[in-house]
């Protein structure tokens, strides 16, 4: 009698072999794979004794589709964390593959997340802004090395700055969180002043926050650097930054339904989910349409794979931005923080790089998510309507909501062999 024991979840087609010498194995390894099997568990054992014995050997296979496994781990890592709802996408070259809605879109009124439920994306915003950028760049009228502020500056008439270092800050520096100030901390700008609208807001912090650094020596992610950005691309432009993004940049990739958020409940769109903060902090407190290129658009996670399809420099779909725009885009600035021992920066402009692998991750009040372009062809998108706690028994690689939803993104990844 055999027995054997391995992981298995619910859903999984499988297949098992009992006393199989070495070349039956063989065979039936090399036809299990092409089958599309995965060989997850090989057990045996000695038939007869002494030097007559011979190997037997018993493996088993399972069938990882996609429409199994990922249920089973969003499921699980739903009910682990807590998590009201969420919606998550993803693409195999250039096409999509998988599309899926989680949950609860509004607990109060028993709505169900789809894969038409708009969630706020916060900081994943932000590639959408530098791929702006890049766009006005590549047509001439802009270049990274731009000043911004002073005489000389695109946004010249916000006045004259209180720290001169500003006078010298590039559009690159604002790409790349490299203009020496104005972090994202327990004093982040863009959660001060909240009757300020965007230009008054930056007209306040230049004569009232000085910078830290000179520009261009420390990486410190600025969300107000995103925030000036947005007002560059209305001054060189002359349209609202949402309406140039969504003419230029969102309508060749066929998004219709992209929008800036609004900041009360009473201000949610239809398919808008509901948001639930675990942290203790009200979601509804906080001026996400004034967070506009930094952290205010709202999307569907099928809204931001359409999009990242068109600037991950793969061959199948012609991408928004020529390719040495878009390497220009996704090459690491390689700055340090400034914190002890200083922390090299993977930063390039509008995403998170490492190797071939490039990610920005959104993290607000009620809000986690995500965007992924990996090296082997997958473009994914997740995205939910909360933030979790952080309790001290945590595993250490789900110590945060955006660590939480990276390992899930990667197991998926990982654990699916058929979309």
Same mark, same amino acid.
């Given at each position: ?244 993004? #969504? $003419?230029?940049? *969102?309508?060749?990739?066929? &998004? =219709?339904? @992209? ?7 009473? %201000? ?48 199948? #779909? $012609?991408?928004? *931005?020529?390719?040495?725009? &878009? =390497?220009? @885009? ?7 923080? %400034? ?81």
């Amino acid at each position: 009698m055999y027995t054997s024991v391995w992981p298995y979840s619910d859903g999984r087609s499988w297949t098992a072999r009992y006393e199989l010498d070495a070349g039956s194995l063989k065979n039936e390894v090399g036809q299990k794979k092409a089958d599309g099997l995965r060989l997850v568990s090989l057990g045996g054992f000695s038939l007869g004794h002494g030097t007559h014995a011979v190997q037997r050997f018993c493996p088993i296979w399972e069938k990882r589709e996609a429409g199994t496994v990922i249920p089973t781990a969003v499921t699980h890592f739903m009910k682990y964390h807590d998590i009201p709802g969420m919606s998550l996408a993803i693409s195999k070259d250039e096409k999509l593959v998988y599309a899926g809605g989680f949950g609860w879109a509004d607990k109060e009124h028993t709505r169900h997340v789809t894969t038409a439920s708009l969630f706020r994306i916060a900081s994943v915003s932000k590639p959408i802004t530098a791929v702006a950028i890049m766009k006005l760049c590549t047509e001439g009228h802009l270049a990274p090395q731009n000043l911004v502020f002073g005489n000389n500056g695109i946004l010249k008439e916000l006045g004259t700055p209180g720290d001169p270092r500003i006078k010298k800050i590039i559009v690159q520096n604002l790409l790349q969180h490299s203009s020496g100030g104005w972090r994202n901390d327990a004093h982040d700008p863009m959660y001060t002043n909240p009757n300020l609208d965007q230009h008054k807001l930056i007209e306040w912090v230049l004569a009232n926050r000085p910078l830290d650094y000179p520009p261009g020596v420390k990486y410190l992610y600025s969300n107000f650097g995103y925030c000036v950005l947005g007002r560059v691309i209305e001054k060189v432009t002359g349209k609202t930054y949402a309406n140039y993004v #969504k $003419d230029k940049i *969102l309508a060749p990739c066929g &998004i =219709s339904d @992209m929008s800036i958020a609004g900041n009360t409940a009473a %201000d949610r769109l239809p398919d808008e989910v509901a948001y639930y903060d675990q942290n203790g902090k009200d979601p509804y407190g906080i001026q996400v349409s004034r967070m506009d290129a930094h952290g205010g658009w709202l999307a569907t996670p099928v809204d931001l794979i359409d999009f990242a399809v068109r600037v991950d420099g793969f061959p199948k #779909k $012609d991408d928004l *931005l020529p390719a040495d725009w &878009i =390497s220009y @885009m996704t090459e690491p600035s390689g700055l340090y923080d %400034d914190s002890t021992p200083p922390v090299p920066g993977n930063y390039a402009s509008g995403w998170n790089v490492n190797g071939s692998t490039w990610w920005h991750f959104g993290s607000l009040e009620g809000t986690t998510s995500m965007l992924a372009r990996t090296g082997d062809g997958f473009c994914w998108a997740a995205v939910m309507n909360t933030r979790f706690s952080e309790p001290a028994t945590m595993n250490p690689k789900d110590k945060d909501t955006a660590a939480g939803l990276e390992n899930l993104m990667w197991e998926i990844h990982d654990q699916v062999d058929h979309f």
